[in-house]
């Protein structure tokens, strides 16, 4: 079968996703694309690919069938749209875009050239956090009543003033909850649903930035289970993140990247033996190949990547509004 050509755009992270196509059966990595020449240079130099320094030169190229878009995040509709309008079939890295009529236009240009467009949130790629989802819509934790999404990370000063545009609005979309806690928001949105009504505060208690290094947040799910999201940037350590989800007759501590503890009422106990994981697929990569080579469905594609940024939206909107509910539509 046909190897699937991918171009990665941004070699920032850009480069170790380069690294992943490269390793990935099915898919070759054709070339690199950054701004900063050395950069482009040398992540193709490493992987013998083909490096670029603008996209339009890129995306002309017939080689490339994906375009993995890896700029940063206010960045990410104008490359993806570009590339869809070059024929390409695009990925975008987390969070799609920083607001949600961004990610309708990424989502519009898709449906117009009829190429393909995901997003890349690694944890739904976690056979652990798959898990909760399967015990979830198995109704194994019986009636769903609370999912709580914490991220406790840790970031410099140093780290923000770097590349001029993290912790900004129009770059970064937000701070700690835009950037790094939109991982677990993605989660909380996949394994809870949407939510119709959300609560937010946002904090800026340690860093020099335009936006949050602390932000929390009350959701109400459509489906009548409440949660709540905190995440920030200021915990000395970068090591506390994950879900808490339960329903009336079990629940899961999960802490990613450590064991997640699963508790049952004793009269359903045997539901533990029930939980399964949902796919095989370990990342984005493997995820595209998959469904262009078997028609398997994307794991996360553009209409239900753009939920995570439409919560986090309307997060800051309440927190703007002194923590007023605001109504999702
Ligand atoms: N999935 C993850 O775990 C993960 C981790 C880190 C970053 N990210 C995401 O990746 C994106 C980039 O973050 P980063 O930390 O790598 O940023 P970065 O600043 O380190 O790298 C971004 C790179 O993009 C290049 N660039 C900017 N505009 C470009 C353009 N139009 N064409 C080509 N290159 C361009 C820059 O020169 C830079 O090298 C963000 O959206 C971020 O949220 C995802």
């Known amino acids: 079968m046909k190897e699937i050509g991918f171009c990665v755009v941004g070699l920032g992270m850009g480069r170790s996703r380069s690294k992943m196509v490269a390793e990935t059966e099915g898919a070759r990595l054709v070339s690199v694309?950054?701004?900063?020449?050395?950069?482009?240079?040398?992540?193709?130099?490493?992987?013998?690919?083909?490096?670029?320094?603008?996209?339009?030169?890129?995306?002309?190229?017939?080689?490339?069938?994906?375009?993995?878009?890896?700029?940063?995040?206010?960045?990410?509709?104008e490359v993806a749209i570009e590339a869809l309008e070059a024929g390409k079939h695009v990925i975008s890295t987390k969070p799609m875009e920083v607001t949600l009529a961004k990610c309708d236009s990424m989502i519009a240009a898709a449906k117009k050239a009829d190429r393909m467009l995901c997003v890349d949130f690694q944890e739904r790629y976690n056979p652990e956090n798959q898990k909760i989802r399967h015990a979830v819509d198995s109704g194994l934790f019986g009636k769903l009543v609370l999912g709580e999404a914490r991220?406790?990370?840790?970031?410099?000063?140093?780290?923000?003033?770097?590349?001029?545009?993290?912790?900004?609005?129009?770059?970064?979309?937000?701070?700690?909850?835009?950037?790094?806690?939109?991982?677990?928001?993605?989660?909380?949105?996949?394994?809870?649903?949407?939510?119709?009504?959300?609560?937010?505060?946002?904090?800026?208690?340690?860093?020099?930035?335009?936006?949050?290094?602390?932000?929390?947040?009350?959701?109400?799910?459509?489906?009548?289970?409440?949660?709540?999201?905190?995440?920030?940037?200021?915990?000395?350590?970068?090591?506390?993140?994950?879900?808490?989800?339960?329903?009336?007759?079990?629940?899961?501590?999960?802490?990613?990247?450590?064991?997640?503890?699963?508790?049952?009422?004793?009269?359903?106990?045997?539901?533990?033996?029930?939980?399964q994981t949902l796919f095989p697929q370990s990342n984005i990569a493997e995820d595209v190949v998959s469904h262009f080579h078997n028609g398997t469905p994307l794991i996360c594609p553009g209409e239900d990547g753009c939920r995570a940024v439409e919560i986090l939206c309307a997060i800051y909107e309440s927190a703007r509004n002194g923590g007023k509910p605001v109504t999702l539509g």
């Not at 900063?36 to 040398?42: C, H, T, V």
């Not at 590349?163 to 991982?183: C, F, K, P, V, Y």
């Open 151 to 275: 991220l406790k990370w840790f970031r410099t000063q140093q780290y923000y003033d770097d590349g001029g545009w993290r912790g900004t609005w129009e770059m970064d979309g937000g701070g700690a909850l835009a950037n790094q806690s939109i991982h677990v928001i993605d989660l909380l949105y996949w394994i809870m649903g949407r939510p119709q009504q959300v609560i937010g505060k946002i904090y800026t208690l340690t860093h020099d930035i335009e936006t949050e290094d602390l932000g929390m947040a009350f959701l109400e799910f459509e489906n009548g289970a409440v949660g709540t999201i905190l995440g920030t940037t200021t915990f000395p350590e970068n090591s506390l993140w994950g879900l808490e989800v339960n329903g009336s007759e079990g629940g899961v501590v999960a802490p990613i990247g450590t064991e997640y503890h699963w508790k049952f009422l004793p009269e359903v106990a045997e539901r533990r033996e029930q939980i």
């Open 33 to 77: 694309v950054d701004i900063i020449k050395e950069k482009a240079d040398d992540v193709g130099k490493e992987l013998d690919c083909k490096a670029f320094y603008n996209t339009t030169d890129a995306f002309q190229d017939d080689e490339v069938d994906v375009v993995f878009v890896m700029t940063p995040s206010g960045a990410h509709a």
